[in-house]
């Protein structure tokens, strides 16, 4: 079975710092490993993706990830956020089952850009 | 770009009633997905299907069920809503070409039961 950890369900930032969003997720086989976001009353959107190759993935909107296998973590980081940053964001792994892609998510961290 | 339609943003019921949630895709994906949203839990998925009238049960499908007669198409059904299924519920859908296949995600069904 797989399961994320989302190790802060809130983060407010100062407008221009930095971010980074914790994510730690266990398995007992290879994963793939997505960041999605949330705007208020939307759905959710793909911010980045790591499949294999560079563990350095970038995304939409200046953020990056870092898959580090052997600490199971894909933090998400932003060097300055915008107030138009403020969302929810959600780690999530997906396994090597042929069919259905499903995805288990974690808790989600929400993020409060203040001016 | 693909686009996921949910019938509803926001829906009030009753306890007791049954409950349609109706869910479209416009790009010919393989998968679809519902998911409810609550607090604190992140999203966990309740049924999804890889192929039409083809279905799986997620993670928590107690009280739910599905239907996927079109490939456009899925459909969720609350048989008997109970005030603990008050939450937001997400469609999505996907490509069958494996996991690493993102899921696109409607805008999601506020259902409140009273």
Redesign the interface.
């Known amino acids: 079975a797989q399961s ?1 950890t ?1 190790l802060d ?1 809130q983060v407010p930032v100062f407008e221009e710092a930095p971010v980074e969003l914790r994510c730690n997720y266990s398995s007992s086989v290879s994963v ?1 490993l ?1 960041w ?1 976001v949330q705007y208020p ?6 911010l980045l ?1 790591y ?1 294999s190759g560079s563990t350095l993935v970038k995304g939409i909107n200046g953020f990056e990830a870092e898959f580090n296998k052997s600490q199971t973590s894909f933090h998400l980081r932003k060097p300055s956020v915008h107030i138009s940053d403020t969302a929810e964001y ?1 780690c999530a792994v ?10 288990t ?4 961290t929400r993020v409060l850009v203040k001016p | 770009d693909v686009k ?1 339609t949910q019938s509803s943003r926001y829906l009030v019921k009753r306890t007791g009633e049954k409950v349609f949630l109706e869910c479209v895709q416009d790009m010919d994906h393989e ?1 679809m ?1 519902w ?1 409810r949203q609550d607090p ?6 309740i049924y ?1 299907s ?1 192929d039409v009238k083809m279905k ?1 049960k ?1 993670d928590i499908p107690e009280g739910y069920s599905v239907s996927r007669e079109k490939k456009e198409r899925f459909s969720l059904i609350l048989e008997s809503a109970s005030t603990n299924q008050t939450s937001m519920y ?1 469609c ?1 859908s ?1 490509f ?1 070409g ?11 069904t506020r259902l409140s039961i009273l």
């Open positions: 994320v989302q369900s793939y997505f999605y009353n939307q759905g959710l959107q793909l993706k499949l959600f997906s396994g090597l089952r042929a069919a259905g892609n499903k995805l998510f974690g808790g989600g | 996921v998968n997905f998911y604190g839990l992140g999203l966990r998925l999804f890889y799986e997620g997400l999505a996907s069958g494996g996991p690493n296949q993102p899921q696109h995600f409607g805008d999601g």
